[in-house]
């Protein structure tokens, strides 16, 4: 009994004293400052300050080197001038850009922030590509499989790397596929960084008018970004990121995994394989954002960079941006336009062995 006696006494001054140990830092602290000594004496906490996880992740972002390409308006009326009367005038935004010399040719709404849809998965490729390896696995939660409209039917509980996720998101714009990466990226680095990083990475490529709150493009008033800062975003990713230049220029993957599970992947680019010497980019759609699309034609030995925001549909979206890359083509290398037609889009659709 005296034991226990005495080890409760010991116990309580022990008590005791860290109360008053903590009950003196707490003074000092607040105390000091206001006579003046705050400024000479650093109190040092006992405890580990906390790891910033993204001093780690931002050198990963940047060591891939920002594109020279800059972009160049023109200062004459032509831009106004061949906008008058034209079909892809009803679309919400768009620009035709000759990536060669950066010359902007056309433009609506050029540095307006606008939603953008599923062109995001160009950002959430880049920046998935920065800070994981083609073969990182992922483990695809409730969550990700539950994610709609667009999606591969991943099944939560099952095992997928980066590979088959970036070539689902950049073909046929798998929102599952884009929740698995953002998930499995968070927890590779045990913080929630991704959708930092995709801001992050907006800010080194120079992008003024752009902002993610998701990695899939879906509608949110704080998710958006511009004409303009989707051509330097493009043209960076196709021109630093050999893999994605690669995917997005397939018209489909048959793809299997090593789980002996098969994924018909379409490109839903309306445009390749139809309109002459054109590699993807995205395209996409929601309710706020319209149909959206980005494209990259080459003829002639010069390429051109098209990109259109808030079409009323698949036909338009794609028909009008057509007729943005014959301008460009006419007005920088004197080619005839393409003129392409509904029926031959309809012809192309055809192809698609699932609806968009």
Do not use: C
């Amino acid at each position: 009994m005296n034991q226990m006696v005495a080890d409760f006494i010991k116990h309580g001054i022990r008590r005791w004293q860290i109360f008053v140990i903590s009950f003196l830092l707490v003074f000092l602290m607040v105390t000091l400052p206001k006579l003046g000594i705050g400024n000479q004496l650093k109190i040092v906490s006992p405890l580990p300050s906390r790891i910033d996880i993204f001093d780690q992740i931002r050198p990963k972002l940047e060591t891939i080197s920002a594109s020279e390409f800059k972009l160049k308006k023109q200062s004459s009326g032509f831009v106004s001038e061949t906008r008058a009367g034209a079909e892809y005038d009803q679309a919400s935004a768009y620009a035709v850009v000759d990536l060669d010399s950066g010359e902007v040719i056309a433009e609506k709404n050029f540095s307006k922030k606008m939603p953008i849809a599923s062109i995001t998965k160009i950002m959430t490729a880049v920046v998935a590509l920065d800070l994981a390896p083609l073969n990182q696995e992922f483990t695809v939660s409730a969550r990700a499989s539950g994610m709609v409209p667009t999606k591969i039917m991943l099944r939560p509980g099952e095992r997928v790397n980066m590979e088959l996720l970036l070539k689902s998101l950049l073909l046929s714009s798998a929102n599952d596929s884009a929740e698995v990466i953002k998930e499995g990226i968070d927890q590779m680095y045990g913080d929630y960084i991704f959708i930092k990083a995709m801001n992050e990475k907006a800010k080194f490529l120079g992008l003024k008018n752009t902002h993610f709150t998701n990695p899939q493009g879906f509608d949110n008033k704080n998710h958006y970004s511009s004409v303009e800062d989707l051509a330097i975003l493009a043209n960076y990713a196709l021109e630093k990121y050999p893999y994605i230049s690669e995917v997005v220029a397939k018209e489909y993957e048959d793809f299997n995994t090593a789980y002996e599970n098969r994924f018909y992947l379409n490109n839903w680019n309306g445009l390749l394989g139809v309109y002459p010497g054109v590699n993807g980019i995205k395209i996409g759609n929601t309710t706020d954002a319209g149909y959206t699309t980005t494209v990259v034609s080459q003829r002639a030995e010069k390429k051109l960079f098209a990109v259109l925001l808030g079409a009323p549909g698949v036909y338009e979206r794609d028909l009008w941006t057509a007729r943005l890359l014959d301008l460009g083509f006419e007005r920088v290398a004197g080619l005839e336009p393409v003129n392409l037609t509904k029926l031959q889009l309809e012809a192309k659709y055809l192809t698609w062995k699932y609806s968009n």
